[in-house]
C-alpha cells in the first residue's frame, strides 16, 4: 500500500497598511520595543477598537483577486485565551462571518500541470505582540509593537498532497499578495508566515488521517523541510503501529525537526462570540465593483501574456511574472533591448544571481531595467561580445556608470576592424608553428575543433574584444590556405 | 448654597453672586466634612478642582464662558480621568492613574466644569447596592443604613447629600436609575450610542451607556448638552446631530400619551411604590396627558438573558486584567499561570468573579447556542416588546424599583434577590432605548423613583415631561435631614 499525504495551509500575510487594524499606532517594523503601541494597544481600560478601513479593501482585493466569495457583512469575532503578549485577553478576529470566502488559486506542477487549489476563506484578525525572552533572564520582556498589525488569515482546503504543492501554494499566494500590494510579503520579518497541517493516510482512502499542525515556519524552503519531515515521521510512526496526536508542533530550523508544543487536550476553548465594541462591516455591490476596477494584472494573467507577447517558454515566463517588480524590470529590459529572450536570460541569470549574492531586493538593484536593457543593446549591435558584457555588468554593479560609460573608460569596445584582427591572427599562426603543423597534417574533419586553440589566442590577445564571428572566420581562411598549399 | 441645582448656581455664576472658586471651596468644605459618613468619593481631586475653578472663572471674566463653565461635578470612577486613579471601585486598580480622559470627561473639561473628584461604584459597575466596591459601600443620605443603589451609588449620594450639585453615572443595568430613584435624585440612561463609551471602563460593552445624575430634569438636560454626541473613538457611537435639550423643556404635554406596562405593576412590588407612582401618572393626567395600559409580555426574560449577556461580555472586557500591564500583580508569582490566578484572584471581589465565572460558563463550547444565542434571540424579543408598545404611546411610566432602598448587608448573600431589584431596569438596556428616573414620593421615608421610557434618541421627550413634573411637584426639591 502506497501512503499520500494531505496538507492544508494557513497563511497569515501582514496586510502594508500604514497604521494598525483598529488603532493609529504605526505598523512600521524595528522600532525600539513599545514605542508603536498606544493606549488601545496597551488595552487600557476603557479603551475602545476602531476599524481601519484600508484593511477592509485590502481583504477584499486578495478576494477578488483569487475569485472567492466576498463576505458583503462580515463580523468580528473575540477569540479569548490568556497570553502575556496579547493585551487584551482576546484576539479579535473573524470565525463566523468572514470577509473573504471560497475562493481557489491555480499551481504549477513540475511536470509542467497545473492543479487548483481551494481557498476555504480568508479573514481579518489582529496580530499579537511578541514576547521576549532571552533578553531577561528568569524573566519575559513584552513589545507590544506588533500588537494589532492587520493579518489576513487565508486558510486552504485539504488540497495539497506533497510538500512541492505546498510549497507552490504557498509560493503563489506570496505572488498574489504582493502583487496585489497589500502585503510586503516579507518572510523573514514575519509579514508573510505559513502553519502547516499535515497527516497521511493510504492512497485512495477518503477518510483523513489525524493531523498535526506546525506553527509559524517563514520560509519557503522550511515549510519543504517541515512538511517533508513530518509526513515522514508520521508514516514511521503508523507503520510502527502507532498513531498520529493530534497536537501542535514547532518547526526547529537548526535541527531541521519538528516538536510537540501543545496536544489537544491542552487546546484552550476559545469562548469565540461577536466582539459588541465593533460593528459588522457592510459593504455593497458599488463599493467590491469599485475595487475590481483597481485588480492590477495577476500572475496567471501576466504568464499568459509573457507566453504570448514575448514568446517565452512556459518555465520562463512563470519566474518573470510571479512578481510585479520582477515582471516590470524584465518587461522594461527587454524593450529597451528589443530582445525578450535575452532580457529573460539576463534577469534571470546575471540579475539575480547578483541580486542573491548581495542580498538585494530588486528595486534597489544598482543596476536598473534601463540600464541592463542598454548594456544588451551592445550585445545586439555588436559594440560588444557576450563575455564582455558580464564584465561591463560587474562594473555597473559597483556603480561604474551606464553600459557605455564602462565601454567606453575601459576601452572593451569589440575590434570589427578587419585590419587590426588579420595583423593578430597572423601574428598568433606566426608565433603557434607546432600548432600550425598540426593543423596542416590533421584530417580535414578534425581541424575544425581544432581551430578553439588559435581562437582563444586571438581572444587573449584582443583582450575578449576581437569579434569572435570575424576572427573565427579568418583563422579558418589561413590556416586552411596554408594546409591546401 | 449647596442645595442649590445645576440651573440656579449657573444662574449665580453668571450674575456674579459667587465665583466658581467660592462655590467650589464650599463643595470641597462639605465634603470633607459629611463624606466619612456617606463614603460617596473614593477620590477627591482638590487641587486640581480648585486649579479648574479658577480657570473658569478667568476664562468667564474673559466672556468666553460656556453654560457649563465653573460649574463642579464629580465623575463615577468607572470613567478614566488623566493623572487621577481610576479605580472602577475594584483593587485590581487601586493603583491605576489613568494616562487618558474618557471622552465624557473631556467633554466637560472643555465645557469649562470643575471636577470635585471620582464617586464610589459597586466594583466593575456590577451590583445594586454599591456593596462590592473594594473601599467599602456608599451610604444613602436618607438613611445611613441603607444603601444608595448601584451601581452608581456613589454619585447618587454624594448629589443627594449635597456633596457635588451633580454627576456622571453609566448603566448597564439600571445603575444611575435605581440608584437615582434611591436616593431621590433625577437620572437619564441615554439611548444606546447618545454618549461616548471611550475611556468609560467596559463592563458589558453592548449594554454600558453613561448619563447624567442630578437634582432636576433640568439640570441633566443641561449635562447632556455636554455628554452627547458622536465620538469617533467609539464605533458604536451614533452620528446624529445633538439638540439643545433646555430648548424643549417647557414644551406643552398636552396630548401626551403614557402607556404603563401591566407588567410593571404586578408581582413582588411594595404597595406604597405602586401608590405613589399612580399618584405621579394622575399629575401627568392634570397637564394633559392620556394614559393606556401597554404590555411588555416579555419583561420576566429580562433577568435570565440580562445575566447570560452581560457576564459574558464581562469575562472577556475583563480578560485584560491580567497583571501584566497595570494594575494589581500578586506577589511574588511563581509562574505565569500563578501570577494570573493570583493576581485575578486577590484583585477582583466576590461579585465579580461570580459573574466572570457565570460569563465564562455561558460562552464555553456546547453551552453558547443553550445560553448566549438564546439570550440574544431574547434580547431581540424585548426589543420588540418596546418597539411596539412605543407605537402606541409617547412614553411608558412605571415604578424604577420594586422597593425603596434596602437596608446594608440585607442582601448580599442572597444574589438572585439583589438582581431582582432591577426587574424594571434591566429590559430597558436591552432594548437600547433611553430612560429617566425622577423622584416622585417617599415610602417609609425613603424616596421612591417614576421611570419614564422613551423610544430611540427620544431624550428631549423624557426630559421635557420630567421638566413639567417637577414644574408641578416638589419631591425633587426635598432634602434629607442632616
Not at chain 1, 201 to 212: A, I, L, Q, S
Not at chain 2, 395 to 423: C, N, Q, R, W
Request: charged share 25%; aromatic share 8%.
Amino acid at each position: 500500500m502506497e501512503w499520500e499525504a494531505v496538507i492544508g495551509l494557513e497563511i497569515h500575510a501582514q496586510l502594508a497598511t500604514k497604521s494598525k487594524i483598529f488603532s493609529g499606532a504605526s505598523t512600521a517594523f524595528g522600532a525600539e520595543p513599545n514605542t508603536q503601541a498606544c493606549a488601545v494597544d496597551l488595552a487600557l481600560p476603557g479603551t475602545l477598537p476602531v476599524f481601519n478601513a484600508e484593511a477592509l479593501r485590502m481583504a477584499v482585493l486578495f478576494g477578488l483577486a483569487i475569485d472567492a466569495e466576498i463576505g458583503y457583512t462580515s463580523v468580528f469575532d473575540r477569540k479569548n485565551y490568556f497570553y502575556p503578549d496579547l493585551p487584551k485577553g482576546y484576539q479579535t478576529s473573524q470565525l463566523f462571518h468572514p470577509v473573504v470566502g471560497t475562493g481557489h488559486v491555480e499551481i504549477e506542477l513540475e511536470d509542467g500541470t497545473t492543479k487548483r487549489v481551494g481557498v476555504t476563506r480568508a479573514h481579518l484578525e489582529e496580530d499579537a505582540g511578541k514576547s521576549l525572552h532571552e533578553e531577561f533572564p528568569n524573566m519575559t520582556g513584552i513589545d507590544l509593537n506588533r500588537a494589532g498589525t492587520p493579518l489576513l488569515e487565508i486558510v486552504s482546503e485539504p488540497d495539497m498532497r506533497s510538500a512541492e504543492e505546498a510549497v507552490a501554494y504557498v509560493k503563489k499566494i506570496h505572488s498574489i499578495v504582493t502583487n496585489l500590494g497589500i502585503c510586503d510579503g516579507n518572510m523573514s520579518e514575519g509579514s508573510f508566515r505559513c502553519d502547516c497541517n499535515v497527516s497521511v493516510r493510504y492512497k485512495g482512502e477518503e477518510k483523513f488521517g489525524n493531523r498535526t499542525e506546525t506553527k509559524n515556519i517563514n520560509s519557503f524552503r522550511f515549510i519543504e523541510k517541515a512538511i517533508k519531515g513530518e509526513i515522514i515521521r508520521q508514516i514511521d510512526i503508523l507503520e510502527d503501529g502507532g498513531t498520529i496526536t493530534q497536537e501542535t508542533r514547532l518547526y526547529d530550523a537548526n535541527k531541521d525537526e519538528t516538536r510537540s508544543m501543545r496536544s489537544k487536550e491542552e487546546a484552550n476553548d476559545y469562548r469565540y462570540f461577536p466582539c459588541p465594541d465593533l460593528l459588522p462591516i457592510v459593504i455593497d455591490d458599488e463599493y467590491v465593483e469599485q475595487l475590481r476596477s483597481t485588480l492590477p494584472e495577476l500572475p496567471d494573467a501576466r504568464k499568459a501574456r509573457f507566453i504570448e507577447q514575448y514568446q517565452l517558454s512556459e518555465y520562463d515566463a512563470m519566474v518573470l511574472s510571479a512578481y510585479r517588480d520582477l515582471s516590470g524590470y524584465f518587461e522594461t529590459t527587454a524593450n529597451v533591448a528589443g530582445d525578450a529572450k535575452l532580457a529573460a536570460n539576463w534577469v534571470m541569470g546575471e540579475l539575480s544571481k547578483h541580486l542573491n549574492q548581495n542580498d538585494n531586493d530588486i528595486t534597489s538593484s544598482p543596476v536598473t531595467a534601463e540600464m541592463l536593457g542598454e548594456l544588451l543593446l551592445r550585445i545586439k549591435d555588436n559594440t560588444i561580445t557576450g563575455k564582455i558584457a558580464k564584465q561591463i555588468f560587474e562594473a555597473m554593479w559597483a556603480g561604474e556608470g551606464s553600459a557605455d560609460e564602462v565601454i567606453e573608460a575601459k576601452g572593451l569596445k569589440q575590434v570589427t576592424d578587419s585590419g587590426a584582427i588579420e595583423s593578430m591572427v597572423d601574428d598568433v599562426i606566426a608565433a603557434n608553428q607546432p600548432q600550425v603543423d598540426q593543423y596542416v597534417s590533421a584530417e580535414p574533419d578534425k581541424r575544425g575543433k581544432m581551430i578553439g586553440f588559435f581562437m582563444g589566442k586571438v581572444m587573449q590577445a584582443s583582450q575578449g574584444k576581437a569579434n569572435p564571428g570575424q576572427v573565427q572566420g579568418l583563422l579558418k581562411q589561413k590556416l586552411d590556405a596554408l594546409a591546401n598549399s | 448654597m449647596l442645595d442649590k441645582t445645576l440651573a440656579e448656581l449657573a444662574q449665580g455664576l453668571a450674575t456674579g453672586e459667587f465665583s466658581s472658586v467660592e462655590l467650589t471651596r464650599n463643595y470641597l468644605d462639605r465634603i470633607r466634612a459629611e463624606d466619612g459618613s456617606l463614603n460617596s468619593f473614593i477620590t477627591v481631586t482638590e487641587e486640581q478642582a480648585l486649579a479648574q475653578a479658577e480657570a473658569a472663572d478667568q476664562r468667564r471674566a474673559a466672556g468666553d464662558a460656556d453654560p457649563f463653565t465653573g460649574l463642579p461635578i464629580a465623575h463615577k470612577d468607572i470613567f478614566c480621568t488623566e493623572g487621577v486613579r481610576t479605580s472602577c471601585g475594584s483593587r485590581m486598580l487601586d493603583n491605576f492613574i489613568s494616562p487618558y480622559n474618557a471622552t465624557v470627561v473631556e467633554n466637560f473639561n472643555r465645557a469649562g466644569a470643575v471636577s470635585l473628584g471620582k464617586t464610589n461604584m459597586d466594583e466593575f459597575a456590577m451590583g445594586s447596592s454599591n456593596e462590592s466596591s473594594f473601599y467599602g459601600p456608599a451610604r444613602n443620605p436618607w438613611n445611613t443604613e441603607c444603601v444608595p443603589g448601584g451601581s452608581s451609588g456613589g454619585s447618587a449620594a454624594a448629589i443627594a447629600g449635597g456633596l457635588t450639585p451633580a454627576a456622571t453615572g453609566s448603566d448597564t443595568g439600571g445603575s444611575i436609575r435605581q440608584p437615582a430613584a434611591l436616593c431621590g435624585i433625577t437620572g437619564l440612561k441615554p439611548t444606546y450610542g447618545r454618549v461616548s463609551r471611550y475611556g468609560m471602563i467596559a463592563y458589558a460593552s453592548s449594554l454600558d451607556q453613561g448619563g447624567p445624575m442630578a437634582h432636576t430634569a433640568e439640570d441633566t438636560a443641561m449635562m447632556l448638552n455636554v455628554m452627547a454626541g458622536f465620538d469617533p473613538k467609539d464605533s458604536t457611537s451614533i452620528d446624529k446631530a445633538v439638540p439643545d435639550y433646555t430648548l424643549t423643556l417647557n414644551d406643552s404635554l398636552k396630548g401626551l400619551k403614557i402607556g404603563l406596562p401591566k407588567e410593571f405593576f404586578s408581582g413582588e412590588i411594595d404597595p406604597q411604590i405602586t401608590a405613589q407612582v399612580q399618584s405621579a401618572i394622575r399629575e401627568f393626567e392634570a397637564l394633559g396627558a392620556t394614559v393606556k395600559e401597554v404590555s411588555l409580555p416579555n419583561t420576566h426574560l429580562a433577568i435570565p438573558a440580562y445575566y447570560i449577556i452581560a457576564p459574558a461580555e464581562a469575562s472577556s472586557n475583563l480578560s485584560r486584567f491580567d497583571g501584566v500591564r497595570y494594575g494589581y500583580r500578586c506577589e511574588d508569582p511563581v509562574d505565569l499561570e500563578d501570577m494570573y490566578k493570583r493576581s485575578r484572584g486577590e484583585g477582583f471581589g466576590e461579585e465579580v468573579k461570580r459573574r466572570i465565572m457565570v460569563g465564562t460558563y455561558a460562552l464555553s463550547e456546547g453551552f453558547y447556542d443553550a445560553y448566549y444565542k438564546k439570550a440574544l434571540q431574547i434580547r431581540r424579543l424585548i426589543q420588540q416588546d418596546f418597539v411596539n408598545a412605543l407605537s402606541e404611546v409617547d412614553i411608558i411610566m412605571g415604578p424604577t424599583t420594586p422597593h425603596p432602598a434596602f437596608k446594608l448587608g440585607e442582601k448580599t448573600s442572597d444574589p438572585v434577590a439583589m438582581y431582582m431589584e432591577d426587574i424594571f431596569t434591566i429590559s430597558l438596556n436591552l432594548a437600547g432605548m433611553p430612560g429617566m428616573s425622577v423622584p416622585c414620593g417617599f415610602a417609609n421615608g425613603l424616596p421612591v423613583g417614576l421611570q419614564l421610557i422613551g423610544n430611540y434618541f427620544a431624550e428631549e421627550r423624557l426630559l421635557n415631561a420630567a421638566h413639567q413634573f417637577q414644574q408641578a411637584t416638589d419631591w425633587h426639591r426635598q432634602r434629607p435631614v442632616r
